[in-house]
């Protein structure tokens, strides 16, 4: 069975600072991997998505992710963090084999940003 | 474009009351609809799936249920709430018939105190 692991709960850096996201997963094929993000008291947002094709995944918000198969290993990563970055982040891994829907979900990193 | 709307937004109910939580989707035809909660610091857990309609799928034995009495809408209910329904329910919609690549789309949520 496939499953997403995020390496940090909590996470703090400083405003104009860079920002890494770590996130491991396990699956027995190449799997689809994404990044979520959530504000407080909202639904998710996708950041980006990694499907087979390019290794290096541009999302939204200036937020870019790499896929390395040797390592297990979709870490999210932006240049410079901006206060609005101040947020919750999900890992999501696809198992065509699961039941309904196919995404298994980390347990989510907190980004602090400070000014 | 397809847009989701979830109601209502903030939601105190007493034990032992029930409980309807609604959830639409506009701009797309037969989507796979999903219902997930979010209690805090436990990730996200997903309740109920839908690929159509009167078609439900729980994942979870529990209090609450789902129904799907038309093509983009969604309920989930209660009969009677308990102190441990407290959280943030969130429903989202995928395209059906692709199940490893496509991403989730969330409402914005629906935060349920059970006092």
């Known amino acids: 069975a496939q499953s997403v692991t995020q390496l940090d709960s909590h996470v703090s850096v400083s405003e104009g600072t860079p920002v890494l996201l770590r996130c491991n997963y396990s699956?027995?094929?190449?799997?689809?991997l994404f990044w979520y993000v959530q504000h407080p008291n909202k639904g998710l947002q996708l950041l980006l998505k990694?499907?087979?094709?390019?290794?290096l995944v541009k999302g939204i918000n200036g937020f870019e992710a790499e896929f390395k198969k040797s390592e297990t290993s979709f870490h999210l990563t932006k240049p410079s963090a901006h206060m609005s970055d101040a947020a919750e982040y999900f890992c999501?891994?696809?198992?065509?084999?699961?039941?309904?829907?196919?995404?298994?979900f980390g347990k989510g990193t907190t980004l602090s940003v400070s000014s | 474009s397809q847009t989701i709307h979830q109601w209502p937004a903030t939601l105190v109910q007493p034990v032992g009351s029930p409980l309807s939580l609604e959830c639409t989707v506009e701009?797309?035809?037969?989507?796979?609809l999903y219902w997930y909660r979010q209690a805090a610091g436990r990730g996200l857990q997903l309740l109920f799936y839908s690929v159509g309609i009167g078609q439900i799928s729980s994942e979870v034995p529990q209090n609450l249920s789902a129904s799907r009495p038309q093509d983009r809408q969604f309920i989930l209910s209660s009969k009677k709430l308990l102190l441990s329904d407290s959280g943030f329910y969130l429903c989202a919609w995928s395209l059906a018939g692709v199940r490893d690549n496509s991403p989730l789309h969330f409402g914005n949520g629906t935060r349920l105190t059970v006092t």
């Open positions: 990694y499907t087979s094709a390019a290794t």
């Open positions: 701009g797309t035809s037969n989507p796979n």
């Open positions: 999501v891994v696809s198992d065509p084999n699961q039941a309904g829907t196919a995404l298994i």
């Open positions: 699956s027995s094929y190449s799997p689809s």
